[in-house]
């Protein structure tokens, strides 16, 4: 039989296992990512506390501490592959807890986003111009409160592309997990293939499947940006002169 009667062979016998790894790649890929921005949101907020003169020499000590921690943490993740880490993570602590495989790779994939989406969170409040902080500053405003009304508002619509590109990431880079038996889209293509020894079919229709849920999902992520960007015209309602007023405006798209 040629490749393609291979595939079509192999998709007729091994198709609910190809859809089961496929539900295991995006579960661990969407859950993952979602904790991981939460985590990424944490830590940007933190490392963006600033220390002004008139804080107490324990309150400077203590952010230089939580940040000097914070910052380790990001550049030993985001300096080490994922695979390293899941061998080192999954059969060192998490086996000797016996925790579930899909949770410790769920908890994996977590901990190596948050890594890199502090930094993509950080570069998104620090693009927020700086009047932005002294505006909601002198209003009163602390800054949890200025980071949850003012600045996350705007740093995330920013760093949205970013997002989606770190969810697509995952997709594709949780193939590295089979290396801890987690039966995701790569472990199935190796089983479907070995069992025949035609591993091209197999992985030919690997890399299909995660094209197409990279395809799908980037144009979803689009959607959703041009979503939040509201209309393409819009009418300003009142003025501190004339609360009757209104202007009419077009944003360029």
């Known amino acids: 039989m040629n490749t393609f009667q291979w595939i079509g062979k192999l998709l007729s016998e091994y198709w609910l296992s190809f859809l089961r790894g496929m539900g295991s790649t995006l579960l661990m890929a969407i859950v993952g990512t979602a904790v991981g921005f939460l985590i990424g949101l944490l830590i940007a907020m933190v490392r963006t506390i600033p220390v002004g003169p008139g804080d ?4 400077r000590g203590l952010l230089r501490g939580v940040n000097a921690v914070l910052a ?42 948050g890594a890199y989406m502090a930094e993509i969170v950080r570069g998104g409040i620090i693009s927020v111009d700086k009047g932005q902080f002294e505006g909601a500053h002198a209003i009163g405003m602390s800054h949890r409160q200025t980071m949850t009304h003012v600045i996350l508002p705007q740093a995330i619509r920013n760093i949205m592309p970013s ?38 079919p197999a992985y030919l229709i690997c890399a299909f499947i995660y094209f197409v849920l990279t395809f799908t999902v980037t144009r979803i992520l689009r959607y959703l940006e041009k979503k939040m960007d509201g209309n393409a015209s819009y009418t300003i309602c009142g003025s501190q002169s004339d609360p009757a007023a209104e202007i009419h405006v077009k944003r360029e798209v």
């Open 56 to 59: 107490t020499p324990f309150r």
């Open 72 to 113: 380790a943490y990001v550049e030993i993740i985001r300096g080490t592959p994922m695979m390293v880490q899941a061998l080192i993570i999954h059969y060192g602590l998490f086996v000797p807890m016996k925790v579930p495989s899909m949770l410790s790779a769920i908890i994996i994939i977590s901990f190596n986003t």
């Open 163 to 200: 997002i989606g590109n770190e969810f697509v990431v995952n997709i594709k880079d949780s193939s590295v997990l089979s290396v801890i038996a987690i039966t995701e889209l790569m472990f199935v293509s190796k089983q479907a293939g070995g069992a025949y020894a035609k591993f091209v």
